[in-house]
């Protein structure tokens, strides 16, 4: 990443500037009925739009890791590669990783109701974390897709989040350890006032492209 920093913050500060202007949209919805069911439908419309956007900056740093040219047009790919494949794979995951936590929320919310409502409550409580244990594992298994659909566009959706579980098979590990591992960065970026993330963003989008070409070059 040394000497490619100028591109890769412009890119984290656009990204985030363009989600979180749309985010605007949703302040402006009513507190009616009606108002909350546009709000929620704008706000899932700018997280699919927010993954597009993940798609491009996968592909910028796809370039740098295998030695091609990279620019800041990169952070747009996802709008030419088969954004409907992107949108898709979005929604199956989005579905996978939110119903194992669906009971712990069930659970807890009948509690309040219940006669027993602690034991309840703890039950739900429990359901909750191991739901939540389930979804992150089921998130890292799918969490090649984006690379995927960029070295293989021609591939359908199904057949790009398959690709991910096999290459994820027997690595979930190694890539969790990776994510723990940037926890002391991070919290280091966040106590400089967040200046610092913009680096240590940067450096950890580029660990998880070699990681995914790690996965590659192994299969």
């Not at 009948?110 to 191991?130: D, H």
Request: with cysteine; net charge positive; charged share 10%.
């Amino acid at each position: 990443m040394i000497g490619k920093y100028r591109n890769a913050i412009s890119i984290l500060l656009v990204s985030d500037l363009i989600v979180s202007t749309l985010s605007l949209f949703t302040t402006t919805a009513s507190s009616s009925y009606i108002g909350q069911i546009i709000g929620f439908l704008i706000s899932f419309i700018i997280v699919l739009f927010g993954t597009i956007l993940t798609v491009g900056q996968c592909s910028f740093y796809l370039n740098i890791a295998c030695n091609g040219p990279y620019q800041f047009s990169d952070l747009f790919t996802g709008f030419k590669v088969h954004p409907d494949k992107t949108i898709i794979t979005q929604l199956i995951i989005q579905v996978l990783t939110t119903l194992p936590i669906l009971p712990g929320i069930g659970v807890m919310l009948y509690s309040f109701r219940a006669y027993n409502i602690i034991v309840v409550f703890l039950l739900g409580c429990f359901l909750l974390i191991l739901g939540t244990g389930i979804s992150w594992w089921i998130s890292l298994k799918y969490s090649q897709v984006y690379y995927l659909l960029l070295d293989f566009p021609d591939y359908s959706a199904k057949e790009l989040l398959k690709m991910s579980w096999k290459l994820m098979k027997g690595n979930v590990g190694r890539l969790l350890y990776i994510q723990v591992s940037f926890i002391p960065m991070t919290l280091a970026g966040l106590l400089s006032f967040g200046i610092g993330l913009l680096f240590v963003l940067p450096y950890q989008n580029m660990t998880y492209t070699l990681f995914y070409l790690d996965l590659i070059s192994e299969n």
